[in-house]
């Protein structure tokens, strides 16, 4: 018989909130966590990225506060700022029949104050990060005096970052008669020696899968050299019938020029990492999550703690050194049961990293070949064909008899007249990659002279014939791009383009990937 949340023994406000937020039956890890929250049991929960661990501590959470008493009853902690205040959305959410609640997020790059006057005033649940509510402690301005329940998401991230001692300082605070749920996605030693110094009797609930990630991801890899890994991204993305994706990067200085690259192509993109403000960090991910950014290039700052669920596409644009990285990073798409792709790219001793990230997941990574031109503007005319047969169904559309008319008068046959509709429809939707993509020779041993190196020419590889524009090659200077002129605070904006017609040419006498081997794996150690 199938667990429903009515059988879990939460209050009828909560309840009302579960249903209006569409969801039908607890996830393996909520059903079998908020019985035992809610008979008080300490609790170490074991369970992978996306499987619904913050309504897992959250609903608990709602259930064990007093209404009527306003002072800080929950200490949420998390290990990134940007997870800390989507916990706290979701804790909003998941309240939303329970008037009365009050839950802030405490984290540092926020103004201080605010969250002093929040706290002042008696907020139920606080979610913060270790360090900030270490300052609030410090300051005497979060009293704990009345917190029943502290819950540590993610505590082996925590550990990993450096928390260990500011988490015992803060557990210590706490009073003795409380109830600790840990949650985490490994169990290692630091994580055990919490558990043993800070609970009592931790009931353990491990979620058991073949593999740390999931199912419904479609995990693949390409072997691409490091200066055509932004063409391959673009034929891939091409392919893609409504592409909203995260891009990976080990480094600060490759997120910046693989956004410039992909805003230079006509993607709308934004990016995150340590050197961005807190504030512009919010709107990114704000703008990411409405629909407005289409592509986030980040590095593992936001790997973990990013809860967008219709990522349909992740890049790993640099293989991650650690295998568990891999696993949040792919764990941004495919979530709550959706389906999700994963591409990443690969070269030369890459192999030995990826082998030993198969064997951590437990699943294999398929080797696929390099989508060809003919492909990607296959599909591109489907799209085209698909639109306008859509539209002659439903008759969405404005009669335009007198001018078809007119074009029939001329001589003009009606095969004629509606190839070139095709024609002109097709090139208004191209992004300006393909006319890129054209230009290009993934697996060449020498170097483009149509496109040249960073430093060649006057405008090295970003030159106004190369793209199209009238822009000429963008200075990049600190959380910024240029291109004639600066964006700052709004996202990259997607613009046609025709330069399709000056890479022809070019491409006449480019040697193209080879997309007639099958897709088995084949590593060549460097030279």
């Avoid at 005033?121 to 270790?130: N, R």
């Avoid at 900030?132 to 991230?157: F, G, N, Q, Y």
């Avoid at 994963?342 to 001793?349: C, L, P």
Wanted: aromatic share 6%; hydrophobic share 35%; net charge positive.
């Amino acid at each position: 018989m199938e667990i429903t949340f009515a059988d879990l023994g939460l209050r009828s406000e909560l309840l009302d909130s579960i249903h209006r937020l569409g969801f039908e039956s607890p996830s393996p890890i909520q059903a079998q966590t908020i019985p035992l929250a809610l008979s008080g049991s300490d609790i170490v929960g074991l369970s992978q990225t996306g499987s619904g661990k913050t309504a897992a501590f959250g609903l608990p959470a709602l259930e064990a506060i007093d209404l009527e008493l306003m002072a800080t009853q929950v200490l949420i902690l998390c290990p990134t700022r940007e997870l800390a205040v989507q916990v706290c959305e979701e804790i909003h959410r998941l309240a939303t029949a329970l008037k009365g609640v009050s839950a802030i997020p405490v984290y540092g790059g926020a103004p201080i104050d605010r969250q002093m006057r929040g706290l002042r005033k008696g907020a139920h649940i606080v979610v913060g990060t270790p360090g900030r509510i270490m300052d609030h402690l410090k300051r005497k301005t979060l009293k704990t005096d009345a917190i029943r329940l502290c819950v540590l998401d993610e505590a082996d991230r925590m550990l990993d970052m450096g928390f260990r001692e500011d988490m015992e300082v803060i557990l210590d605070q706490l009073p003795s008669e409380r109830q600790t749920l840990f949650f985490s996605a490994t169990m290692n030693k630091g994580v055990s020696g919490l558990i043993k110094a800070f609970s009592k009797d931790a009931q353990k609930i491990s979620i058991e899968r073949k593999s740390l990630t999931v199912d419904t991801i479609e995990q693949t890899y390409y072997e691409v050299r490091n200066r055509s890994k932004v063409e391959v991204m673009c034929r891939l993305l091409d392919l893609e019938t409504d592409p909203r994706g995260i891009v990976f990067c080990n480094t600060k200085q490759m997120v910046e020029e693989a956004c410039e690259s992909l805003a230079l192509r006509g993607y709308v993109v934004d990016r995150i990492h340590g050197d961005i403000t807190q504030s512009n960090r919010e709107r990114v991910i704000k703008k990411f999550r409405e629909g407005s950014v289409e592509m986030l290039v980040a590095t593992d700052v936001a790997a973990r703690g990013l809860d967008i669920d219709d990522v349909n596409i992740v890049f790993n644009y640099d293989l991650p050194y650690d295998p568990e990285d891999y696993v949040h990073r792919i764990g941004r798409t495919g979530r709550a049961g959706r389906s999700g792709k994963s591409v990443t790219f690969v070269y030369g001793r890459d192999i030995y990293r990826l082998e030993a990230i198969e064997r951590y997941t437990r699943q294999v990574v398929r080797r696929m070949k390099i989508p060809t031109l003919d492909e990607v503007e296959g599909r591109r005319a489907d799209q085209v064909f698909n639109q306008i047969r859509d539209r002659l169904e439903q008759g969405s559309f404005s009669n335009h008899e007198h001018l078809v008319d007119r074009l029939l008068d001329a001589g003009h046959t009606p095969t004629d007249i509606a190839s070139a509709l095709f024609d002109q429809l097709g090139k208004q939707e191209a992004r300006e990659s393909v006319a890129i993509v054209e230009d290009t020779e993934p697996f060449s041993e020498t170097p483009r002279p149509a496109r040249g190196g960073r430093n060649s020419g006057k405008h090295g590889r970003f030159r106004k014939k190369s793209y199209g524009r009238s822009a000429e090659k963008g200075s990049r200077s600190k959380g910024t791009f240029q291109a004639n002129k600066k964006f700052s605070a709004k996202p990259f904006k997607r613009k046609s383009s025709s330069a399709g017609s000056n890479s022809g040419s070019n491409s006449q006498s480019k040697k193209q990937p080879d997309s007639s081997s099958p897709p088995k794996r084949r590593f060549k150690r460097p030279e």
